[in-house]
T-cell receptor, first 109, second 120 residues
Framework: GQNIDQPTEMTATEGAIVQINCTYQTSGFNGLFWYQQHAGEAPTFLSYNVLDGLEEKGRFSSFLSRSKGYSYLLLKELQMKDSASYLCAVMDSNYQLIWGAGTKLIIKP | GAVVSQHPSWVICKSGTSVKIECRSLDFQATTMFWYRQFPKQSLMLMATSNEGSKATYEQGVEKDKFLINHASLTLSTLTVTSAHPEDSSFYIC????????????????FGEGSRLTVL
């Protein structure tokens, strides 16, 4: 079956760096996405990786290793507003998005 | 980016009644819209894919007679929860792709604000 694994919850300090990992097993691969979801709100798009390597976008970076079925989202210079759930999703061979359960990130002052 | 609007944001209803949720793409056309359900602390679960002018495609385990989907135009899809029960209480989210962005593989899904349904 298809499976996306990411930690349930993480805690970090304001101003620090945090890495959220995601491992996946899917039927085919057409890209991996990271979304941010604040409580009670819909997800918003953060990043898309389809080739191996690191994609940097401001304070957020996303890394992909297709051979390892692994990705991470790196958040630098954490701000209180970064407290949210971070969802990892993989697009399979049918272009369907398979969603992870999300990682709740708690930022402490 | 493109804007998707959902209405209502919150709805409380009595058990046995039906509730309609609207999903509109405000500044783009969407032949395909997706309906998700999300229970607390759980992942987004795709319920169905709504196609303009044709029947929706439901995911396994989703009752099509209970969750009626209508996609009558390129900018509007509706989800009707019929004879709602407390176990249907959830966060329902729609999303759509902007046709003009073209590429299926970019995953540029734009989400509505979500609709929180509470069935008493």
């Amino acid at each position: 079956g298809q499976n996306i694994d990411q930690p349930t919850e993480m805690t970090a300090t304001e101003g620090a760096i945090v890495q959220i990992n995601c491992t996946y097993q899917t039927s085919g691969f057409n890209g991996l996405f990271w979304y941010q979801q604040h409580a009670g709100e819909a997800p918003t798009f953060l990043s898309y990786n389809v080739l191996d390597g690191l994609e940097e976008k401001g304070r957020f970076s996303s890394f992909l290793s297709r051979s390892k079925g692994y990705s991470y989202l790196l958040l630098k210079e954490l701000q209180m507003k970064d407290s949210a759930s971070y969802l990892c999703a993989v697009m399979d061979s049918n272009y369907q998005l398979i969603w992870g359960a999300g990682t709740k990130l708690i930022i402490k002052p | 980016g493109a804007v998707v609007s959902q209405h209502p944001s919150w709805v409380i209803c009595k058990s046995g009644t039906s509730v309609k949720i609207e999903c509109r793409s405000l500044d783009f056309q969407a032949t395909t819209m997706f309906w998700y359900r999300q229970f607390p602390k759980q992942s987004l679960m795709l319920m169905a894919t709504s196609n303009e002018g044709s029947k929706a495609t439901y995911e396994q385990g989703v009752e099509k007679d209970k969750f009626l989907i209508n996609h009558a135009s390129l900018t509007l899809s509706t989800l009707t929860v019929t004879s709602a029960h407390p176990e249907d209480s959830s966060f329902y989210i729609c999303s759509a792709r902007d046709l003009a962005s073209g590429r299926v593989d970019t995953g540029e899904l734009f989400f509505g604000e979500g609709s929180r349904l509470t069935v008493l």
